[in-house]
């Protein structure tokens, strides 16, 4: 089914599984969709995005890798990032995966691009060389893409794409982003529009207050975030807090560029969901002191969250 | 007395109080200064740095600013921050603070550098222009001034410079930094270097178990970091969590870029510390959500720490 | 006089002389200014713009040495940079030289802004702290500020902000910006503005065809810019690209960043303007394989434009 | 035959020929491929650079364009572009194209590198991704890629990996770093090295009295370029001037960020060495203007070069 703006939940950024020979790894690839959408409570998943080391594939090999994902879920909805630095590639890749049944696709601008009128004519372009019938979530990531866009820039791109169904949030600070855009939401100056939120979580108890639908970031308990939402949703602050709360000392430690990957895979392998925490050439690893300091927090958060006993 | 690289514990990072028409506060100054170092064991404080509004301040203010702080705080030790887009201002600055009798400096390195070579060179040329009799601090900020120093080139500054008495360390992440530095310490390829923690405190928990020697930062509860501080280095590991992990919503409350500042502002008002929370303009201020969620992360708190109850 | 939007010809960027000891060069900034404005035809100069070490020298120095040319300047206009990290410094600096008789000021945006909405915010807050009643000239620079203003935005920024009178174009490529502003200008969209071309002049010659109303650069002959300006102002088309490329390979030569300002003052001091051709530390100088090829360039100029004859 | 440190003259950067619609235009690659090597005296080709639209290709397209060049080549060499967001794509063009025959591929750093120790590891990384037996050539471009090699770091990327066999050099200013790299390798410290500049040919006259090997650029008029080169190498210090010299304008003009490569393609085209001047999308174009001023550089330089009368 396609992806559409009323899209919430959790829809949990996937890394991809490899073997410690560089090989991916195809039963960890289906042990990890079935956990995140059978026993986590995901609505959906998002593979091949800046976590999902996604450059280090092919492209025969990403789209392989998004098709089974793809085949595998069933009905849940599946994202794939399509971000590259050509738009044959783009589009090959957008095309390729919605034949197999993608839900959407994410695409982020590039770095270079400076001023309103460079942002929006790039994703005008995008749109035009993937097809206007692909369904699309925006990712505004400055901190890592180095493009801005303030809520006017993104309302305008918003209304320039009618294709264009979701924010994938992960600008820092954000929250009065989030709210500026439910308020134009409210008041018809801006269509419906599913709002997402990245950067590890960080925010996601006060991003869900000030309106957002949920979450699409890869921490390794999805299973938690999928409860915060149910809570929020419920109106449970003080409970939502409670559960977010405990978590943070880990979240906060998994939201480390270039070694949250790291992290996350060994969490992902220490709850056994996926085989090994190996990252294909060029990787990063974790020290073994920065491995005792997360099983410390594991072990802290274990006293509040039975999920974190490994 | 000068700061060597024996200091240690916690230098609050001190903001610029202003009245709401623009004005410097010198009431909220002095009674910020006695609270730090008197009641909130600060081992010192660090002014017009990036938090304290620096640029807004002109040439003369900033140096009657500093000296009013430095002559309040009788025997504890007051760095300032003298980073300038030249060498002239930055000498001035730093000559005028030091015959005031400010403890040392903090310099940063301007957002242009690109290479190992070029950021040395800059720091040989900042002390040449101060006078290599100045104690300084390095402050490495990838973030903010896009100039990463990996562990070998601030070695070599380190070793450059003799008068470089301190890291501010604020990278991100900056855990496995920490422990190289103090590895070279260990094996003698590096001399004694005091390293003092910044981003807001958000990883003070590990980072002083790597072995940082405390903390360098504005958060608005610096008697807890004093605290924590204290607790790790007598060894009290799960209580320093436990104290960190309190706070720790707020911590990243507080670390939101930009925004920051005003939520800093805000709480250290609440407490009764400044006057007011005035920007001088151009300023950001918070927003009533913002406001509402503070107070309710301060009530939160409060529940474990009784210094919140404002 | 102060700048309107008429202004024309060439306001010529003065470096700032200094003694081999690194003081300022007085004798020598009278000289220059006398040459510039009474030998050279030039109709302006600006002063402690990029190419004039501005950042190394203090406040106060910076203030007497714009007034010292303001002075000897007479009616021509000078204009004086005033970018500066806070509105407290520009602001002060600002007043000072129009107090001391100044025709206008310079205000280049910081490196930071990265949207429209910012971009626009931050001159009209600059604009507060220095008055609406000082005309200012609109930089636009963006290979060196990482700035990026296209028309859309400058007409914006103009029509924000009545006290902007004047354009420094230097984007590059900029025919086309030229182009667009003079085209929204004959439609009525736009009002009137003056526009002078920096980038060394390496552009002129079409710039001028594209409408400008001259130069802003520092090139070591502004007697040839001058006149290329009046041939294309008496539509010597052919004369003016004769003129134009003679002077080009060593146009070229200067535009060099970095490495420029030592090739701009070695000419001007060749040429017995400047006395000598030391930049305040930190600066950089010519190889002594540089200054032969400037000789060689000199020399093949020589045959076609008597000035160079040194 | 693969690429070596022997390599000297002109390998021409080559655009991409596109037929109106987008489709790569094939008898226009083949007759341009002719033109360059039979006719301008190039003695090699570099396909897939910046200049090449090598983004908008698909990794099929981009492998069959290479290989059909190589293919015409003969036994003139051909470099390719292999520049890529990972190292999956960069190996299979890689090893793709040097089966088809190709002399050696060029490599530029990825933008984020910020420090010595981030560029050394990237290419030790690219060479172990596309394997150690492929000649390469290290494009230096800060400008463009925003990643500084000062000449140290070259020597150090350059002794760490063998088969980097020539640089690409178009740092900006640079004439000193040959002068610092050349005499490296007159005492032995650093091994031979072929050094082809780019930047459209700006500074071409001196970089060759520098110690340049030749040109890698994709001036419309190679057989100019090729000229050059030889009058250089037979001391023809003025001559070898004076033929640049009338070059030069329309040189500056092509060099325009952006509009360069419009203006390089509209120039073929005139020479009648491809077919149409088209993008593909998104590509730029030339304004009306543009194309006089254009035609009005093509008219003054015929009347030193008889190659400009198109």
Redesign the interface.
């Known amino acids: 089914m396609p992806l559409d703006h009323t899209a919430r939940g959790v829809y949990v950024i996937a890394p991809t599984p490899f073997h410690p020979d560089g090989r991916v790894d195809l039963a960890s690839t289906d042990r990890m969709t079935d956990f995140f959408l059978q026993q986590a409570g995901c609505d959906g998943m998002t593979v091949l995005g800046v976590m999902g080391e ?6 025969a ?1 990403a789209l392989d890798f998004a098709t089974r994902i793809v085949r595998r879920a069933g009905k849940a909805g599946i994202i794939v990032g399509v971000s ?6 783009m ?2 890749l957008a095309r390729g995966v919605m034949e197999a049944g993608a839900a959407g696709v994410m695409i982020a601008p590039p ?1 270079a691009l ?6 929006a ?1 790039y994703f005008r ?1 995008a749109v ?2 993937i097809g206007n019938d692909i369904p699309w979530v925006l990712q505004d990531y ?2 890592l893409f ?5 809520p ?2 993104i309302r305008r791109i918003v209304t320039d794409n009618p294709s264009c169904v979701m924010l994938k949030h992960e600008d ?2 954000g ?2 982003k989030i ?1 500026a855009l439910r308020g134009w939401q409210a008041d018809g100056s801006l269509r419906p529009l599913s709002i997402l939120c990245g950067n590890g979580g ?2 996601l ?2 991003e869900m ?2 309106g957002a639908d949920g979450a699409m970031t890869g921490y390794a308990f999805p299973d938690m975030l999928a409860e915060l939402v149910r809570l929020c949703a419920a109106g449970e602050r003080d409970r939502a ?1 409670d559960l ?2 405990a978590h ?2 880990l979240i ?2 998994e939201l ?4 949250g990957l790291a992290v996350r895979k060994y969490v992902l392998m220490r709850r056994g969901i996926i085989a090994s925490d190996a990252q294909r ?2 990787g990063s690893g974790l ?1 073994a ?2 491995k005792t ?1 997360v099983e410390y927090l594991l072990g ?1 958060l274990a006293r509040h969250d039975p999920r974190a006993r490994v």
Not at 54 to 59: C, F, V, Y
Not at 84 to 89: R, V
Not at 114 to 119: G, M, Q, S
Request: aromatic fraction near 10%.
């Open positions: 996604a450059p280090k594939l092919d492209q090999e590259a630095p050509g738009f044959a590639a589009r090959a770095p400076r001023h309103d009128e460079a942002v004519t372009q035009e060389a400055p901190q180095q493009v801005q866009m303030p006017a820039l820092w600070p929250l009065e709210s960080i925010f108890d006060f207050e000030r807090h977010f709360d943070l000392p906060r430690y480390q560029p270039g070694v050439k060029p020290s002191t920065a300091e802290r």
